[in-house]
C-alpha cells in the first residue's frame, strides 16, 4: 500500500508547514473536477452529448456541450469554498465573481475547461489547462486586475488530459508531478514523479498547413528544423495532433518544439495567453525547458485583456532560442 500515492496524500505532503490548507484543498477541489469531467468525456459517445451546444462562445466558436458541461462543473465546485476571490473562463467574456453570499478567498482561478473541444466528435484526446495566482488586494472581491498577472506569478498550474487514459499534470513551483486516474479506485494516483523535458527533442509540432502565412523568419525557422539547407537541427519528427494539451504532454515526455506562431490573418497567433500560454509555460520552465512568444519569455507578458492571444514557442530551450533568433531576422 505504501507505493500507493495518491493526489491528495502527494498534495498535503508538498504542502509547506505554514500552509493553512486553502490552497492545498483547492488543487483538490480541481482533481475533483477533473474526475466528474472525464466521467463525461470518457462516455460521450454513449450519451447524447456530443454534437453542438447551438450556443457560440465569445471566441466566436461553435460550443460543443462538453465544454459547456467542463466549464460549468469547474465552477460549481470552486465557486463556493472560500478559497477563491475570483476566477476567468476560456467560454465567459467576463470573470466570473464569487456570489456575495460566499466567503472569498485569496486565491485566483484562471482555466480552459476543455481545449481542443472540436476533437470531441472524432475520439481525439483533450484536454484542461489551469493556472492559479494570488489575489492582489485581498481586501477587495476579485477584480479584473487580480487575473490579468503576468505567468510568473502563478504559484500553481496544470493540465488534465483526458485521453486513452485520464492524467492530471501539475507543478506549484517545486516540479512537475503526473497522476493518472485510476477507474476502480476513482482516484489519481503518481505515476510520473518530478518529470523532467529530455534532453534530446523528438518531435516538432506546428501545423504546416499555414506556412505561407508566417514571416519570412518563422518559415526559415521552420526549414531549420526540417533540416534544409545545412541546418544543424537534432533529427526530430513531426508530431501534431491539433489538440494543446495533447501535443504539449507528448512534448513534455520525450522533448521537442510546438509552436503556433503569428500569421497574416492571426497577428497575435491563436494560442491564449492567461488560461492556456501562461500556465503551460510555467510547467515546462519547471520541467526544464522554456516557452516564448518569438521575443520574450511568456512568463513576462503583461496580460492586458482577458481573451487575449500570443505567437506561441514552447519546448527544449535550445529550440525555442533558436525561434527567438529566426524571428529576429524579420
Ligand atoms: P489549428 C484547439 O482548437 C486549439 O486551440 C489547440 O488545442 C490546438 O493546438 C490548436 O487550436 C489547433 O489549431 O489551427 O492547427 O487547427
Known sequence: MTKIQTIERFIFDQQPETAHGEFTNLLYDIALAAKLIAHKTNRAGLLDILGRAGDVNIQGEEQQKLDVFADEMIVHICDHTGRLC??????????????????????????????????????????????????????????????????????????????????????????????????????????????????????????????????????????????????????????????????????????????????????SGKIRLLYEAGPLAFLMEQAGGYASDGRQSILDIEPTELHQRTPFFIGNRTLVEKAEFFRQQD
Open 86 to 267: 475570483v476566477m476567468a473562463s476560456e467560454e465567459r467574456e467576463e470573470i466570473i465573481h464569487i456570489p456575495k453570499k460566499y466567503k472569498k478567498g485569496s486565491y485566483v482561478l484562471v482555466f480552459d475547461p476543455l481545449d481542443g473541444s472540436s476533437n470531441i466528435d472524432v475520439n481525439v484526446s483533450i484536454g484542461a489547462v489551469f493556472g492559479i495566482y494570488r489575489c492582489i488586494d485581498w481586501n477587495l472581491r476579485g477584480r479584473i486586475e487580480d487575473v490579468l498577472q503576468p505567468a510568473r506569478n502563478l504559484v500553481a498550474a496544470g493540465y488534465v488530459l483526458f485521453g486513452s487514459s485520464t492524467m492530471m499534470v501539475y507543478s506549484t513551483g517545486n516540479g512537475v508531478h503526473g497522476f493518472t486516474l485510476d477507474l476502480e479506485l476513482g482516484e489519481f494516483l503518481l505515476s510520473h514523479p518530478d518529470m523532467h523535458l529530455p534532453e534530446m527533442p523528438a518531435y516538432y509540432s506546428v501545423n504546416w498547413a499555414y506556412y505561407d502565412q508566417w514571416s519570412p523568419g518563422i518559415q526559415a525557422y521552420a526549414d531549420w528544423l526540417q533540416g534544409r539547407g545545412g541546418s544543424d537541427a537534432p533529427t526530430m519528427s513531426a508530431r501534431y495532433i491539433g489538440s494543446l494539451v495533447s501535443d504539449f504532454h507528448r512534448n513534455l515526455l520525450r522533448g521537442g518544439v510546438f509552436f503556433y506562431p503569428a500569421e497574416v490573418s492571426k497577428p
